[in-house]
């Protein structure tokens, strides 16, 4: 229906009139707000310039670009895939179809990290980075510290890198592939870390089908499968964790919905001792903080 919608000749507020039906019809959540954002990225701004712009006629290239991406929106295709970018801890991150979109709920995770971890660590380990969210937002806030963040996907790894460098953290942030399913991973690192974060795949794989298309049809298979129960990855990273983590240091990980319970029996049966399992603004438990006794 979309993919043939022309906005030839007309201004802005009678573009957005045409575009919030259009996504509604898709089943949008929120297709006044995702119109404002599809139209500011058109004219080159944010959602602040439709307002000021609304009686500005849009030229063609303006209206060629519209169509093309309401069209992409109608047919679930995620917005950051379409802005290319998403804020996470008031930081702008490149995205792609390679790297998973960074989560309101990841936030959560940074929240209770920072909250557990004194003084401020100097070595942080990220583990399965994507864009790099976890560890530069860490980064961000302990000036100090320097952090390795890693992932099996190269080119997940070359996005977080450019994030690194694009919020001038590339000085303490370094990126290098590795694979937690091979055995010996662990090795690469000699110097254990203060704190080792991570939010690993959790999707059980019987869930995968019922999950919203924007997700299951766009964003990294290895991003969201995590096995049967969706708990491997916590069992293979905590198998690691004791030559990871200094005596002391602090591992957080953000968790799935019914997962907090198993992922502490898992950390606990390591030998880690739980701080604290905090929810997200859901009041969902969202990430699970432990400790190297
Ligand atoms: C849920 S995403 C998290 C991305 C990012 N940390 C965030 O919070 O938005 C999980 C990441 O783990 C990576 N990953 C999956 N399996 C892995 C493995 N065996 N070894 C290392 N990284 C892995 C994926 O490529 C993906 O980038």
Known sequence: MSDHLTFENLTVGEAQRVCVPVLKAANIDEPVMETRMLLGFVLGGGP?????????????????????IVGQRSHRVPMSHILGQREFW???????????????DTETLVEAVLENVSPPPKRILDLGTGTGCILLALLSEWGDAQGVGVDVSDKALAVALDNAQSHKLDVRASFVKNDWEQSEWTDVWSEPFD???SNPPYIPQADIANLDVDVRDYEP????????????????????LNSLISPGGVVGFEVGIDQA???????????FRVLETRNDLGGIPRAVIGCKT
């Open 90 to 104: 008031s930081m702008i991150f490149k995205v792609t179809g390679d790297t998973l979109t960074p989560r309101p």
């Open 48 to 68: 602040e310039r439709v307002l000021a712009d609304r009686d500005n006629t849009l030229t063609s290239q303006q209206s060629k670009l519209l169509s093309d």
């Open 261 to 271: 319970g198993d992922v502490a029996g898992i950390l606990e049966r390591a030998g």
């Open 221 to 240: 298979m290895s991003a969201l499968v995590g096995g049967d129960d969706g708990l491997d990855a916590y069992r293979r990273i905590t198998d690691g």
């Open 195 to 197: 704190v080792v974060v």
